[in-house]
């Protein structure tokens, strides 16, 4: 028998069944639809979200890469 065959059934004999998951029975809302209030308001278009709120004095902030990777930049000015 391969390692990997030894493995898989090793770890599907500690694995728990799904069918008998205690987590999932004791827990109501798991796999269970639930209303959304805002659902018909996103799927029409006219929910705002949070991006689309004027924020008065927000800034903007941008990476910027230097030019040369290691070194020490002259100026143009001091080769004479």
């Known amino acids: 028998m391969s390692i990997m065959r030894r493995v898989i059934e090793r770890v599907a004999q500690v694995l728990p069944d799904r069918q008998h998951d205690e987590l ?11 209303d959304r ?3 018909i308001d996103k799927v029409t ?8 709120y004027p924020v ?11 030019t040369i990777a290691k070194g020490i930049r002259k100026n143009s000015s001091s080769q004479t």
């Open 56 to 66: 008065h004095g927000l800034l903007h902030g941008v990476i910027a890469f230097s």
């Open 24 to 34: 999932a029975s004791a827990r109501q809302y798991l796999r269970q639809p639930v």
């Open 37 to 39: 209030l805002d659902g």
């Open 45 to 52: 278009g006219q929910a705002r979200f949070s991006a689309e």
